[in-house]
């Protein structure tokens, strides 16, 4: 099997023929369109879909740099490669397995693709299409891009983690391939994923610790969530700071002197409602840490579940998650699903409620758009436009309706 796999690792399709002109769209927004196998173009500024779509085998998550945008298949040994200027599918781009997360660097020209049934990370060269040869990880799940490119960290599958790995995530040196494996039982319990400080060899690294099944004790007691901040200037003899506690640590972000933290608690932690506490049947926690002095604030409720997605636009925080529990709304045939908002200004959260007809709930992409109050937010395989300041639909515009199952979404022009 793995001779099969890296066999098939060495070339793709060259075809650069457009089958569409440019769409003339000047702030492009790309949904992928799981259902269809296909990519979305939106424009961003009339809130309207282009009848051109671009063909992306079982199209998941998209990300774009450097002129360049990689769609991930979420079903198949695959990548496509957009190129941006032209609006075309340059090439489709088999890996060696199923990718599970993927990145790029800052100049659009390598994509990574982390391959979890196989213990893979691979890259892959944008402009030929063509896969290099493997580095072995074990359960390679998810992956962080340095702010430069020359570093990127892998961490693994918390539950296929064993000794050590549930205390290691590991660096790769972009330029030369080295891995290096980064393990202190001490300051690492479950590793997440990671929000670089600015350059790239300092970073947040998020502990998942009993909300990815790690406890102590018997009866077995859930670990406490953390975050520790690491130097690993010298990646053999890495500086941790002291852990810092937080309820739950899944995903984060910087945003000026502020990291947000998200996560759900686990055990004698896990917070449940309606209460002063948590105004839902069952919530996630908020923490908001202090990156100068690492000291957290007090937990701040959201919905539960998985939480993978933020991002920061118009002194909000936006977290998504998957899995949550979904509570009745205020009207008829209404639910509140796994969207937060939180007004970092007024220190308020938003709970938005959408219809209960929706076969799922999952926040699955974000994408405030450039020059407006408006961001875009996929849940539920639906694509939803709201307004920042009101955390609502916004009056005067109309929904997209994708046509399938919406996954991920990507603004490719400033």
């Known amino acids: 099997m793995l001779a099969i796999a890296i066999t098939g690792c060495g070339g793709s399709s060259n075809s650069t023929t457009q089958t569409a002109p440019p769409t003339g769209i000047k702030k492009r927004v790309l949904v992928t369109n799981q259902a269809a196998s296909a990519v979305d173009i939106l424009d961003g500024q009339r809130d309207t879909i282009s009848t051109k779509t671009l063909a992306a ?5 998209i990300i774009t740099s450097g002129g360049t945008t990689v769609v991930m298949d979420g079903v198949n040994p695959n990548l496509t490669i957009i190129d941006n200027a032209t609006e075309a ?4 781009a088999p890996v060696g397995d ?8 800052p100049d659009g020209k390598t994509a990574w693709a982390a391959e ?5 990370l691979q890259s892959v060269d944008t402009t030929t299409g063509i896969a290099s040869g493997v580095i072995r990880i074990s359960n390679a799940r998810r992956l962080a891009m340095s702010p430069n490119g020359s570093k990127l960290l892998v961490f693994s599958d918390p539950q296929a983690q064993v000794a050590p790995n549930t205390s290691t995530f590991f660096v790769v040196d972009t330029a030369s391939r080295v891995v290096t494996p980064i393990t202190d039982p001490a300051h690492l319990d479950q590793p997440f994923t990671a929000v670089f400080n600015g350059n790239d060899t300092q970073a947040f690294i998020l502990n998942c610790a009993g909300e990815c099944g790690t406890t102590h004790g018997s009866p077995a007691v859930p670990d406490a969530a953390s975050v520790v901040f690491v130097d690993f200037t ?3 003899a890495p500086n941790f700071s002291a852990p810092i506690p937080v309820s739950g640590a899944t995903v984060g972000l910087l945003n000026g002197g502020n990291l947000y933290v998200a996560g759900t608690p686990q055990g004698a932690n896990a917070l449940t409602g309606p209460s002063a506490a948590c105004p839902l049947s069952r919530c996630g926690a ?3 840490i202090n990156a100068t002095s690492f000291t957290a604030a007090a937990p701040i409720p959201i919905t539960d579940g998985q939480h993978t997605k933020m991002t920061f636009t118009n002194n909000r925080v936006y977290v998504g998650a998957t899995g949550c529990t979904v509570d009745p709304g205020s009207a008829a045939n209404t639910v509140r699903g796994c969207l937060s908002i939180f007004n970092t200004a007024s220190s308020t959260t938003t709970f938005p409620q959408e219809s209960s007809f929706r076969q799922n709930f999952d926040v699955t992409g974000f994408q405030p758009i450039s ?3 408006i961001i875009y937010i996929v849940q539920g395989g639906e694509l939803d436009i709201f307004d920042t300041n009101t955390d609502a639909f916004p009056a005067n515009v109309t929904q997209i309706d994708i046509i399938g199952k919406a996954i991920d979404v990507v603004q490719i022009d400033p």
Do not use: W
């Open 89 to 92: 599918v340059t090439f489709p």
């Open 286 to 288: 908020l923490t908001v």
């Open 234 to 236: 010298n990646a053999a």
């Open 57 to 61: 085998s079982g199209a998941n998550k």
């Open 98 to 105: 199923q990718p599970f997360d993927i990145a790029i660097s």
């Open 371 to 373: 020059g407006r109050s």
């Open 116 to 120: 979890r049934n196989f213990g893979f």
